[in-house]
């Protein structure tokens, strides 16, 4: 069963502009991640973030989770050409396996 | 350090035949889980193993599916009497600790059944 739902499904932005994609969720969950897919390829992780953290940044990406929404977003500061991807968000479901969002695809243009 | 590795990268099998797609974790890593992507949609969960040990089947078709991953080589993920709806990318991920820790996941394979 699918855990995570992206929203938007689709995103087209110009360089430089800013991208936010957010991730809700239906159970509890000891973690969330987010991973991006180049068209063709294999996932690529972003970040983890602790069900007892709220923000968590690396380079352009700022991670932030709302327990008590059951919701996550992930933003891509300025954003490049080259972040023309899907974008999944995963939890764990309180199990052993990780369970994947929908994605949302961002197409950047130059 | 090698990343996760499946092979073969692409697959045509006629219906009725095998499939038999092989991944290789990386150096160290005990865990290993199979996910199925359809064209345009998420990835959704088959199995994950630990060394000979089947931990979560639940995502797997109970018919004509199965997986191992042995004490020495790579994890199998086997599909037999295979049908056109088998034809998707199946992607293989490892990690040191399971599902509290970041997951590397291989280039897929693409199966194409005709």
């Known amino acids: 069963s699918q855990q995570g739902e992206e929203d938007p499904q689709a995103l087209s932005i110009q360089e430089g502009e800013n991208a936010t994609m957010n991730c809700s969720y239906k159970t509890s969950i000891n973690n969330l991640q987010w991973y991006r897919q180049n068209s063709g390829r294999g996932l690529v992780h972003l970040i983890l973030?602790?069900?007892?953290?709220r923000e968590k940044h690396s380079g352009r990406l700022r991670v932030t989770l709302d327990t008590s929404k059951k919701s996550s977003s992930l933003l891509i500061t300025a954003s490049r050409a080259a972040d023309t991807a899907s974008y999944f968000c995963?939890?764990?479901?309180?199990?052993?396996?990780?369970?994947f969002g929908t994605g949302t695809r961002l197409q950047v243009f130059p | 350090n090698a990343g996760v590795m499946q092979n073969p990268r692409h697959l045509v099998r006629r219906r009725g035949q095998e499939a038999r797609l092989r991944c290789s974790p990386m150096k160290g890593h005990s865990h290993v889980y199979w996910y199925r992507q359809l064209p345009e949609e998420g990835l959704k969960f088959m199995v994950y193993?630990?060394?000979?040990?089947?931990?979560?089947e639940s995502g797997m078709p109970k018919e004509r599916f199965s997986a191992e991953f042995p004490k020495e080589g790579p994890s199998i993920l086997r599909i037999q009497q295979v049908v056109r709806g088998d034809s998707a990318a199946y992607f293989c991920a490892s990690s040191t600790l399971g599902v509290n820790t970041e997951a590397f996941f291989g280039q897929g394979t693409r199966l194409t059944v005709v």
């Open positions: 995963a939890t764990d479901d309180n199990t052993d396996k990780l369970i």
């Open positions: 193993l630990q060394k000979e040990n089947i931990i979560d």
């Open positions: 973030i602790r069900s007892n953290e």
